[in-house]
């Protein structure tokens, strides 16, 4: 298993839901192009994307992250890109 499988069967344990709206009426979308391993999807419901790390500290763009680390957009990715 790779991390982001972890994750996933981890976040998912009972299914994709919407982090918005948390709806479980979801379609599957491409995966992310430069990080594979991340499924995106979109919620029928209220139509916004998401992916497997959406919502999570992974993502890169969580408050608490970038108030821990100034450059977090580039750090962030650099961290779940590594962790991938
Ligand atoms: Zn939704």
Not at 38 to 49: D, G, H, I, P, V
Not at 56 to 71: C, I, K, Y
Not at 74 to 81: I, N
């Amino acid at each position: 298993m790779t991390p982001t499988e972890v994750i996933r069967a981890h976040r998912w344990s009972e299914g994709v839901r919407c982090p918005h709206c948390h709806a479980n009426q979801i379609t599957k979308q491409a995966r992310d192009e430069h990080q594979r391993a991340r499924q995106r999807y979109r919620c029928l419901e209220c139509q916004q994307k998401f992916d497997d790390l959406t919502g999570t500290v992974f993502a890169g763009h969580h408050q608490s992250l970038r108030v821990n680390m100034p450059r977090c957009k580039k750090s962030g990715q650099a961290w779940s890109t590594a962790l991938l």
